[in-house]
């Protein structure tokens, strides 16, 4: 069964440090988001991408952050330079866009980001 | 605002027994998502629930989609150890780029 995959699993950085989250979403989804959970906190929305653009953004996504799609598998999130207060999971997800049908969101497993 | 609550905060329960977690939201329901997960872990999915009063089951657990109190209900029956964790909801209310709300979880522990 097709999944969303997510690497690193987990990634230690110090603060002030780029990184970049990756993410292999579901081969014929449109679209493309991240979340983020603060350890112990809600999920949160932070972006949303289709047509190879940001869609839609929380305020939680800020100048630090960055998306791309660089090879029409690949679907990243770039943090620039990294505080303490990033460190959470983050959580990928991929929707598709069948036509009478409803289109499920896919989750990837997370990536636990430990700022330093 | 776009809200969606769950009740309980936690909970409680002797095992063997069963239990009800329930998220409600303030807008219409399209889709609803439950979700486990350890503390600090992934999430691991359970059910999703489509709009029309769909009701799913998996095992022990039970999930129902109420329409007209834009709420869902999850029932364990006979709990167990292994349900033991945090439940999480999240729901798609209709935004146009299909992302998902949630809800703040409920912490289940199962007492031996």
């Known amino acids: 069964e097709p999944e969303v995959t997510q690497t690193p699993s987990h990634q230690v950085t110090q603060m002030g440090q780029e990184v970049i989250l990756r993410c292999v979403p579901i081969s014929n989804h449109l679209y493309f988001y991240w979340y983020r959970q603060i350890l112990g906190q809600k999920v949160e929305f932070l972006v949303s991408f289709y047509n190879n653009e940001i869609s839609e953004k929380s305020e939680i996504f800020d100048d630090q952050f960055s998306v791309e799609r660089p090879d029409g598998s690949n679907f990243t999130l770039k943090i620039r330079s990294t505080k303490l207060e990033d460190s959470a999971m983050y959580f990928c997800?991929?929707?598709?866009?069948?036509?009478?049908?409803?289109?499920?969101?896919?989750f990837g497993p997370g990536t636990r980001l430990t700022v330093l | 605002s776009q809200e969606l609550e769950q009740s309980p905060q936690s909970l409680i329960v002797q095992e063997g027994k069963n239990l009800t977690i329930n998220c409600t939201s303030s807008?219409?329901?399209?889709?609803l998502y439950w979700y486990k997960q350890k503390y600090g872990e992934g999430l691991i999915f359970l059910m999703m629930?489509?709009?029309g009063g769909e009701e799913k089951s998996h095992e022990k657990i039970t999930a129902k989609l109420d329409e007209k109190k834009q709420q869902s209900s999850l029932h364990i029956t006979a709990s167990q150890p292994s349900h033991a964790g945090i439940y999480l909801c999240?729901?798609?209310?209709?935004?146009?780029?299909?992302?998902?709300?949630w809800g703040a979880g409920t912490k289940l522990i199962i007492k031996p």
């Open positions: 997800a991929s929707v598709g866009e069948a036509v009478g049908v409803y289109n499920e969101q896919f």
């Open positions: 999240g729901a798609d209310i209709g935004n146009s780029n299909y992302q998902l709300i």
């Open positions: 807008k219409t329901l399209y889709g």
């Open positions: 629930l489509q709009k």
